[in-house]
């Protein structure tokens, strides 16, 4: 069974950055090479929705209000994905999950960020 911890969460304040990274375990290098991997944020009220996602090829995909600002990687070797994110904003407030598609979906438990003065 694939299990994804997330790391890196924090308080920052804004114009800030912070590194969230995605350790999977329970996978091998040549497996987790396979996946999609994406993270998601859920901000209090809202729904979950979609920050960027990067394909097995490396191909990037970011939500509108992140492009330029976050920026996801893999290192397969690791069995780790990464979401750079600069220039935070309070808007970006809110719970960080990590997903890792392929055949299945696997999820994190989440980390918080927090953007405040």
């Known amino acids: 069974q694939v299990r994804l911890v997330e790391s890196g969460g924090g308080l920052v304040q804004p114009g800030g950055s912070l590194r969230l990274s995605c350790a999977a375990s329970?996978?091998?290098?040549?497996?987790?090479?396979?996946?999609?991997m994406g993270w998601y944020r859920q901000a209090p009220g809202k729904q979950r929705e979609l920050v960027a996602t990067i394909s097995r090829g490396g191909d990037t995909n970011y939500e509108d209000s992140v492009k330029g600002r976050f920026t996801i990687s893999r290192d397969n070797a690791k069995n780790t994905a990464y979401l750079q994110m600069n220039s935070l904003t309070p808007e970006d407030t809110a719970v960080y999950y990590c997903?890792?598609?392929?055949?299945?979906?696997?999820w994190g438990q989440g980390t918080q960020v927090t953007v405040s003065s």
């Open positions: 997903n890792a598609n392929f055949r299945s979906d696997y």
């Open positions: 329970g996978t091998s290098s040549m497996i987790f090479r396979l996946y999609v």
